[in-house]
């Protein structure tokens, strides 16, 4: 399974000849090529996988995905919780 994750456009440039962009991820920003998405323009949300950003999307569905994947963290925290309490073991 891939999973390409939201963040938002916050700087265009070129590097090498490649498009290029910095990408905010709820605070942590990285370096994303742009190749796939060169119409991308800062203060768009784009989805990003391994590095490259493989689609624009609006904000209302960058928030969809952000709630999923909190919930996902929600999930994840909970399963642990049980396994430290010894719940479901047998």
């Avoid at 590097?15 to 203060?43: N, R, W």
């Amino acid at each position: 399974m891939c999973l390409g994750v939201p963040g938002k456009l916050i700087e265009v440039y070129e590097h090498d000849g490649l498009p290029m962009g910095k990408v905010d991820f709820s605070g942590i920003v990285k370096e994303t090529c742009l190749a796939y998405t060169s119409e991308a323009q800062p203060g768009d949300y784009v989805i990003v996988h391994v590095g490259f950003a493989i689609s624009r999307i609006d904000e209302v569905e960058a928030e969809e995905i952000f709630s999923y994947l909190r919930q996902i963290g929600e999930a994840g925290e909970l399963e642990a919780d049980e396994a430290e309490d010894g719940v479901g073991s047998p």
